[in-house]
């Protein structure tokens, strides 16, 4: 089993709808949770993090954590055509001390 | 300006010729991380640092080296590269806590022929 799980894409929104991207974790430990956005052939950068359960909102987007279901979200409102990119799902995996990434979920914001 | 320098940005080679893919950070960051992403596959760790010759294999650390001589750099090496190293390779680094946020170089693509 994968440590970190994003539902495949691609995700196709239209401008102004929210996208909503899923990310399921392996590691019942895990204490941070991180959302990266990379766009086409740029390094990732990171949007959100998230460290205990429940929503945590900044601007446009909504990062919601639920430990229990091992289970990370992300929400991005009022989606932008400048919104389309891959987003990685990242877990620190502490067993380890290393950051594990999951494949990504490319979403493309249709104007 | 806090950024990590990855060189070069884009390397085509052959089968068997040694290779070395430099990186530095200048943040005075102790963790440092070499990933590859394939389409499909996301980011795979390949090594990381947690210091000045402190270094552990990731995922897929099999066909690389890396050094950790300075807390600012490091290389990652491809003694002998093949075909299936062709990718686009990542270097990363952070503080040491869990919650620290991960600085990326720009990238290598890296072709082996």
């Known amino acids: 089993q994968k440590e970190v799980e994003q539902n495949s894409g691609p995700l196709s929104v239209p401008e102004g709808a929210i996208a909503s991207l899923n990310c399921t974790y392996s590691?019942?430990?895990?204490?941070?949770f991180f959302w990266y956005r990379q766009y086409s052939g740029k390094s990732p950068e990171l949007i959100m993090s998230?460290?205990?359960?429940g929503d945590k909102e900044d601007g446009r987007f909504t990062a919601q954590l639920n430990k229990a279901s091992q289970y990370v979200s992300l929400l991005i409102r009022d989606s932008q055509p400048s919104d389309s990119a891959t987003y990685l799902c990242a877990v620190n995996i502490l067993s380890d001390y290393k950051l594990s990434f999951g494949a990504g979920t490319t979403v493309t914001v249709r104007a | 300006e806090a950024q990590v320098t990855q060189n070069p940005r884009y390397l085509i080679t052959v089968t068997g010729k040694k290779l070395t893919v430099t990186c530095s950070q200048n943040?005075?960051?102790?963790?440092m991380s070499w990933y590859r992403q394939d389409p499909g596959l996301g980011l795979r760790q390949i090594y990381y640092s947690m210091n000045v010759e402190v270094t552990d294999k990731g995922d897929v650390p099999e066909g690389y080296k890396v050094s950790r001589k300075e807390k600012r750099n490091f290389p990652l090496i491809l003694e002998s590269p093949s075909p299936n190293q062709t990718s686009l390779y990542f270097c990363a680094s952070s503080g040491l806590a869990t919650n620290e946020k991960l600085f990326f170089g720009s990238g290598t693509q890296l072709s082996v022929l």
């Open positions: 590691d019942r430990v895990s204490q941070s």
């Open positions: 998230i460290y205990s359960n």
């Open positions: 943040m005075n960051h102790e963790y």
